[in-house]
């Protein structure tokens, strides 16, 4: 709770209008896509960079915890106010400042959703590249704390690749701006890749240039189904190591087509045992010739069905499916544990057939989602976390999981994020020294760890 003084001092500076404090209302802000449910003592709404630098001078002169908040599509606690405090709400500051194709830049506050982005790019024909499955809700802000992945990023990189510089409010009040309007500048420490993915740890985002990129002549989207799911993940490795880059490589297990079929109805083979979305852009005859190659590979590894979206409705509605596919596991039982282990694409097979053989051994369900092109795997796991029994399966078999993807020279998390799921198993990828450095980074520049605190960090 914040006392008369504290809870006055930020009113001040918003005013009423933009300050909630009743339980019903920090309720909405307590949670994120994970498990775990923290309500905040206040939530508060800046609209502009001045605001939240008062803001924060005043959190800091409180010792106020601050926790940063777009649409709350984090799924591994990241936005959860864990040590309660303040959540800055970032829905009013959703403006799109300049869009300037000429110079291939994009200027947004944090609140912009990234699908806004796409919208008022498309009508210049270009776009920008980082596209979350949850690019219909989630905030740029959101997109550069997590440092964003998505389908797409298999060609066109991450979201830290996009950001050519930034404007961050620290802990202390001071407005700092890094990068410039420039697709090249080396100027000094690269500073805005330190903020990309530190979960609102170390300052709050309140502007960015963003790089865009032009749309490509040609798009081609298949859909490939097969019999065995090791099939399906050798096609994506020998795909790959054709010396071809798709845009995305999609893969779906059984368990997850027909969730999304028993929804959607969209048409989708049921009894295949894996299936892959596959989707290439470029100029029109490299694009026909890369298609042939891909088809030859996906047939050289059995797949029996190979078809071709015809339109861009069959190419939207392919994308629909894949972007419903966690939303529609929340039906299959009251809680859906999503992880985001990653392995050199070639250790795809083996870690699919390990995250099979470790389901197995605790008798659990588990479907399997994957931006396999990159080896960005997302086992799903729906259980429920009333029964005491399972759930210390689930946790038993994603440790297992994770120690499985270390050995195969990959890592804890793809795209997601650490937040507080995963913070535990930080020195699993991380040495001693490597986490120290990471602490005195947090120090120097939030020296009283109002950001985020009980984070990775
Ligand atoms: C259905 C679904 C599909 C998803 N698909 C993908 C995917 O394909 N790829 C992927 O990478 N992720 C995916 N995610 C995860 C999630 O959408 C991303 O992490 C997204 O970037 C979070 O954005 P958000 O606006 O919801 O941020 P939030 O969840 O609100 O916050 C995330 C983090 O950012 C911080 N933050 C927010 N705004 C600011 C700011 N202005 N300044 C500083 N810190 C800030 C918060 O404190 C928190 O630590 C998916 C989630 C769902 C539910």
């Avoid at 806004?116 to 740029?140: C, E, H, R, W």
Wanted: charged share 25%; proline share 5%.
């Amino acid at each position: 709770m914040l006392d008369s003084q504290e809870k006055n001092e930020f009113i001040q500076i918003i005013g009423k209008d933009r300050y909630l404090d009743r339980p019903e209302e920090l309720a909405c802000y307590a949670y994120d896509a994970f498990l775990i449910e923290s309500a905040p003592d206040a939530v508060i709404f800046p609209q502009t960079t001045r605001e939240v630098s008062e803001i924060l001078k005043t959190a800091s002169k409180f010792k106020i915890p601050v926790t940063g908040r777009g649409a709350g599509t984090s799924v591994c606690g990241a936005p959860i106010p864990i040590n309660h405090g303040i959540v800055l709400c970032f829905s009013k500051m959703d403006e799109i400042i300049d869009v300037n194709t000429r110079d291939r830049y994009i200027i947004v506050q944090p609140g912009v959703v990234n699908a806004d982005v796409q919208k008022a790019l498309a009508p210049f024909g270009f776009f920008y590249p980082p596209d979350p499955g949850s690019m219909n809700t989630s905030t740029i802000g959101g997109n550069i704390a997590m440092n964003a992945g998505g389908p797409r990023c298999l060609k066109y990189g991450v979201t830290m690749d996009y950001v050519l510089g930034m404007e961050v409010v620290l802990a202390s009040g001071e407005i700092v701006k890094f990068g410039s309007k420039n697709v090249k500048d080396v100027t000094g420490y690269k500073l805005s890749s330190l903020f990309c993915g530190s979960e609102g740890t170390l300052g709050i985002i309140t502007r960015a240039i963003l790089k865009v990129v032009p749309m490509p002549e040609t798009v081609k989207t298949l859909m490939t189904t097969f019999n065995d799911l090791d099939n399906t993940a050798k096609a994506v490795t020998d795909i790959i190591g054709s010396g071809i880059i798709p845009v995305a490589m999609e893969l779906m297990d059984k368990l997850t087509l027909n969730a999304i079929e028993d929804v959607a109805n969209l048409g989708l083979d049921r009894n295949a045992a894996g299936s892959l979305i596959i989707e290439i852009d470029g100029n029109k005859e490299a694009c026909n010739k890369e298609i042939k190659k891909i088809i030859e590979t996906l047939k050289k590894n059995g797949a029996i069905h190979i078809q071709e979206a015809a339109s861009d409705t069959e190419r939207e509605k392919l994308w629909t499916a894949r972007r419903s596919a966690y939303g529609v596991f929340a039906k299959l039982a009251p809680d859906i544990i999503s992880e985001d282990v990653t392995v050199p694409v070639s250790k795809v097979p083996q870690m699919i057939r390990k995250i099979i053989e470790i389901t197995d051994k605790y008798s659990l369900k588990v479907g399997i989602l994957a931006h396999a092109g990159d080896g960005n795997m997302h086992p799903m796991i729906p259980a429920d976390r009333k029964n005491k029994k399972e759930w210390q399966k689930v946790e038993k078999a994603f440790s297992e999981i994770f120690q499985a993807a270390v050995e195969l020279d990959g890592t804890l998390s793809g795209e997601h994020g650490i937040g507080l799921a995963k913070s535990a198993y930080l020195p699993l990828v991380m040495n001693k020294d490597s986490i120290k450095l990471m602490k005195k980074i947090k120090q120097a520049i939030d020296p009283d760890l109002i950001l985020n605190p009980g984070k990775f960090v």
